[in-house]
């Protein structure tokens, strides 16, 4: 049991055991912070910022973290056609029951930005504020080709260290500040043991997402549903690096929403991991000036 943070478990619809994380849930009453993930991503990806923010040099914030179905401490769905982003988007919102939540602030990475956007037109209320960490209405090709073939190229490695190597070889150049250990930490999140193997903390048939998308055909946006966003401060975090968010689509999306705040991350891609400093105070100071 990790002191930092208290461990809750709730159930799907569909009766999937889910699993999630409270952070700070001893501090005052400020509007808790929901942290998403991108697809394949989990809790881990949080811990730091959580802890920060949940100290008082961070503000003394609650924060939520939770795993989606198939990735994670969560279960596995046997239908990969659940794993989508509406089904993803009801999981969201019955965490948020099971542990008497009624209103958030939420940041959400990659996917977990469009989560929020689709919140905002489901439950409009429910958000106070939003941070989208490197996600927009539209998402490069590019991107979604580098996502779908670094999945399908992963491999079972036979240790720790040499998962680190693979993912330094994959996102170097998304990541050129990372050290050796920071690279290892990386392998840490993306990789459990089990029976003496390692294995990805996802479910594969993840992979099968990937099977509507025509990258011949333009891709399908999300502008309606980011317009609901227009009322709600929203911070956007670019990472100047990335292939799946480009510097047009940013300045979009300042045009449309009055109230974007950007912040950008000079030496990372797609998706900033907001563990550094500056990124973290960013998303303190900002949530301070929402509440």
């Not at 089990?194 to 333009?218: Q, S």
């Amino acid at each position: 049991m990790n002191p930092q943070y208290q461990e809750f478990n709730y159930s799907s619809s569909d009766g999937l055991n889910l699993y999630g994380r409270k952070y700070g849930w001893r501090n005052d009453d400020h509007t808790p912070l929901l942290c998403l993930s991108g697809l394949t991503r989990n809790s881990d990806d949080f811990d730091s910022l959580a802890t920060f923010l949940a100290s008082e040099h961070g503000g003394q914030r609650r924060v939520i973290t939770i795993d989606y179905r198939g990735r994670g401490r969560s279960d596995y769905d046997r239908n990969s056609e659940n794993y989508s982003i509406f089904k993803e988007t009801e999981d969201v919102i019955n965490g948020l029951l099971a542990i008497g939540v009624e209103h958030v602030n939420l940041l959400g990475t990659s996917r977990g930005g469009l989560i929020a956007m689709v919140l905002a037109a489901a439950r409009p209320g429910i958000m106070k504020s939003v941070i989208l960490n490197d996600v927009g209405p539209e998402m490069n090709g590019p991107g979604l080709v580098r996502i779908k073939r670094n999945m399908s190229n992963a491999k079972q490695p036979n240790s720790l260290q040499e998962a680190a190597a693979g993912l330094e070889g994959a996102y170097k150049s998304y990541f050129p500040t990372l050290a050796k250990e920071d690279w290892l930490r990386e392998a840490a999140t993306t990789f459990k043991e089990e029976n003496g193997k390692l294995l990805l903390r996802y479910d594969p048939k993840l992979l099968d997402t990937f099977k509507t998308i025509n990258l011949d055909v333009p891709l399908p946006t999300m502008w309606p549903q980011f317009q609901g966003l227009a009322g709600i401060p929203t911070l956007l975090i670019h990472g100047k690096l990335s292939d799946f968010l480009s510097d047009d689509i940013v300045q979009k999306m300042r045009a449309t929403h009055p109230k974007l705040t950007v912040y950008t991350s000079e030496h990372e891609g797609h998706a900033p991991l907001l563990r550094d400093a500056p990124a973290q105070k960013a998303i303190a100071n900002f949530l301070k000036m929402c509440s």
